[in-house]
Structure formats: C-alpha cells, structure tokens
C-alpha cells in the first residue's frame, strides 16, 4: 500500500509568551483634530524615542475626494504623518488609520467571502506542508506569478476584485508608488500564523516596497535582524493600519506573524508588491 503523505503545519518559531512587551509606534499629535480622535480611539503606544519621527507626504483631500466613499481612509490620516520606526538598516513606516474603521468592517466580511481562498503548501525538508494561513493573489497582469517557499501565486481572477483595487488606488495615490500584484493572507485566529522570513524573492523589483493593509483582529509583526538575531521590533498591527517596507529592509530583517493563542479573532493582510 501506498505510503500516505504526511502533511504537517509550519510551526513557528517565536514564543509568543514575550508578545506582552508590545511596541506600538509613536504617532504626532500634531493637530486639535488628532487630539479629538485620540480622545475617542486611544493610541497605545510604548515607544518613546521621538527622534525618527518622519515626515512623509500626506494624502490631501483632493486626493480623499478620488477614493470611493464606502471604502475611504480614516478621517484625520491626510493630517497624521507616519511613523518612521526605529529600526537599523531598515525603512519602515506605519501608517495607523490608512482606513476608516467602517471600510475596516465591511473590507474584511467582503474579502472573507471571496471564493479563492486555499491553504498553500510547502515542501520542507522533503516532507509537505499546509501554511498556517489561508492565501489568495491577484495580479495586474495574469502571467505575473509570485514565486515564494517553493509555492506558486499566480492570479486567481483576471482581474482585481473592487474592493481590492480600490484598496491598492488609494494606496498608490497616498504612497506615489505602483503596485502590481497583491498576496492576502487570512489568519483564522491566533493560531494561524507566518513564519520569519525575508521577501527578497527574484521576480521582485530588488528594493522594492512592500505594502501591508491590515483589516480584522489585531495581530503582532515581529521584525528580526539577520545578523543579528537578538534585535527584534515587534509592532501591533491595528484594524485599518498600513506598514511598509522599502529600501533594504528585506536585505538585512526577517519578518513574521507568531501565533497568538489568545487571539479569537481574523485578520486578513493584504500585501502590495512589485513584480518585475
Ligand atoms: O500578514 C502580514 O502582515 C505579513 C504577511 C507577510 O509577511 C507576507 O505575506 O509576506
Ligand atoms: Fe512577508
């Protein structure tokens, strides 16, 4: 009789025991309408350093009034900078109301119900293994695949689903950079989960950016340095938030969602990349 292939689950590598020091970025309170928001919807923030603090453009509302209005970002973000984080041989920004917590809903019961889901597989050390996670790709070219941990994302509708596209429109106008293909990852709850790992794949544009729009529960993204592996920046990645990586940050960090046991809760990440 045939031997039945062993499928395991790809078993991270943090202790998700130490997620309770959590860092949160420091966002400028820099207007009376920031202030008014804050009072409403707490930051939690830890990190003190103010230094690299880092200005970058900011959506204007001309640029608000481009966006649909069912899926428009937070009302104050074209006032809030984002934060730059403090992080060596990195660039690193987070963007914490990239959308309102209404798009925040609706975006992820709407992604949530899209038909592409599946739950990829990997080849480790010989043996096969199901991702801790459920993932699905779109491209704005359908030859363009994404090829990553001996799997292959390829696009899985011809074009982008609306809410999708109008996710990346905004992003494109807020950031002046183009995006084109965008890998989602849902974590059903806290024990879904991705490992440490660096996106510096070929067929992506070296140094390119990488976009991160998170809706659902709140998960933490743990940054490690390669060469040094006792440097770790843990960052809460809210409902709405938008962290992007540029530059070499791929080059020199690793980057990971650990499973978090307490969490009940989804979260669906949409990733903007760009392909050659
Ligand atoms: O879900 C996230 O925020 C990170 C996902 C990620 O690192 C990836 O898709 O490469
Ligand atoms: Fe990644």
């Known amino acids: 009789m045939a031997k039945r292939k062993r499928i395991i689950d790809v078993e991270e590598t943090i202790d998700s025991s130490s997620m309770n020091q959590r860092q949160k970025p420091r966002i400028a309170m820099n207007s009376t309408l920031d202030k008014f928001l804050a009072s409403n919807r707490p930051f939690r923030e830890t990190t003190k ?3 690299d603090d880092h200005k970058m453009a900011a959506v204007t509302s001309d ?3 481009k966006n649909p209005p069912h899926l428009q970002q937070a009302s104050a973000s074209h006032l809030r900078s984002p934060h730059k984080l403090s992080m060596t041989d990195a660039e690193v920004f987070y963007y914490s109301s990239f959308l309102s917590p209404t798009s925040c809903t609706s975006l992820y019961s709407t992604l949530t119900s899209l ?3 599946q739950r990829p597989t990997f ?3 010989g043996r096969q293994a199901h991702a801790a996670r459920l993932t699905c790709s779109f491209s704005s070219h359908p030859s363009k695949e994404y090829r990553y941990s001996g799997t292959i994302a390829g696009a899985d509708a011809p074009t982008y689903p609306l809410p999708i596209k109008q996710v990346k429109d905004s992003l494109e106008l807020l950031l002046h950079e183009k995006f084109n293909f965008v890998l989602l990852n849902w ?5 879904d ?3 440490e790992h660096a996106d510096d794949e070929r067929g992506l544009i070296p140094n390119g950016s990488i976009a991160c729009v998170s809706v659902g529960a709140e998960r933490t993204l743990v940054f490690r340095k390669k060469n040094e592996k006792s440097q770790v920046k843990k960052v809460i990645l809210e409902a709405g938030s938008l962290i992007v990586m540029k530059g070499e940050t791929q080059k020199f960090w690793k980057h990971g969602i650990p499973k978090e046991r307490k969490v009940l809760g989804g979260r669906i990440s949409l990733t903007f990349r760009q392909l050659e």
């Open 193 to 195: 989960s991705i490992g």
């Open 115 to 117: 038909p592409y889901w």
């Open 49 to 51: 350093d103010k230094q």
């Open 123 to 125: 080849k480790i050390f």
């Open 63 to 65: 640029q608000m009034d």
């Open 187 to 191: 974590y059903r709850d806290g024990n």
